[in-house]
């Protein structure tokens, strides 16, 4: 199965709303990434968590919160956001290099959810 | 993170080779090559990779020059299918667990013709 899934495929939300993306992966991967996609741009990196924990922030505002709650699954937590956050949201996940460096190894991504902020 | 430099679009006759080139000129000598390609509203999709050899798959071919500052991907016969954003990507690692990042450039638009 190399198969990344997430869900909603669309989602509309007003400024106020709360909502959630949801990400999720069986290859055993610990490393997984969030990635923000306007359109006709390329896909810019958000986050990125590796064995569970969250390993980087690329500046990304506060009304963005993600979670990995277990290896398989990674969420994306938000609130408040503005008409300007509309975007293609991925996800993706690979395995993850050795410590002692060598191979390097693809991302698998999903297909997105298209976020509309009204 | 090293920068890479794609034209903007590309045509191509189904049924012949589409050759995609990128420069990287800032590479340094840690850091690999990989292509991925973008079908519309679809995520991207992996192609290749390499470091300094040449390298094929089922995919596709790279072909990376000896001093690494550019390289060539080859779709050997495409197909309509292969219509896509092409993104040539230097892979910089993260952190000691071995996660990576990827910087996606603009890409190369390929539209692969009748």
């Known amino acids: 199965d190399t198969e990344v899934t997430q869900t909603p495929k669309h989602l509309v939300m007003g400024m106020t709303n709360k909502k959630s993306l949801k990400c999720e992966q069986h290859?055993?991967?610990?490393?997984m990434y969030w990635y923000k996609q306007k359109a006709k741009k390329p896909p810019e990196l958000m986050f990125v968590?590796?064995?569970?924990?969250?390993?980087i922030n690329e500046s990304v505002p506060s009304r963005f919160s993600p979670e990995c709650p277990n290896s398989s699954l990674l969420n994306l937590h938000l609130h408040a956001l503005q008409p300007e956050d509309s975007a293609l949201y991925l996800c993706?996940?690979?395995?993850?290099?050795?410590?002692?460096?060598?191979?390097?190894?693809?991302?698998?991504f999903g297909p997105g959810t298209r976020l509309t902020v009204t | 993170d090293a920068k890479t430099t794609q034209p903007t679009s590309m045509d191509c006759a189904e049924g012949r080779a589409a050759n995609l080139p990128c420069n990287h000129s800032t590479i340094s000598g840690n850091e690999y090559v990989y292509w991925y390609r973008q079908i519309h509203s679809q995520g991207p999709q992996y192609i290749i990779h390499?470091?300094?050899n040449n390298e094929t798959n089922e995919m596709a071919s790279l072909i990376i020059t000896e001093d690494r500052k550019s390289s060539t991907l080859i779709l050997p016969h495409a197909t309509l299918r292969d219509t896509a954003v092409y993104y040539c990507i230097v892979r910089v690692a993260l952190d000691e667990g071995g996660s990576e990042k990827l910087v996606f450039g603009k890409g190369t638009k390929l539209t692969v013709n009748p």
């Open positions: 993706a996940s690979s395995r993850t290099r050795g410590t002692s460096g060598g191979i390097t190894y693809e991302q698998y």
């Open positions: 390499g470091l300094k």
């Open positions: 968590y590796s064995y569970e924990k969250l390993s």
């Open positions: 290859m055993g991967h610990r490393a």
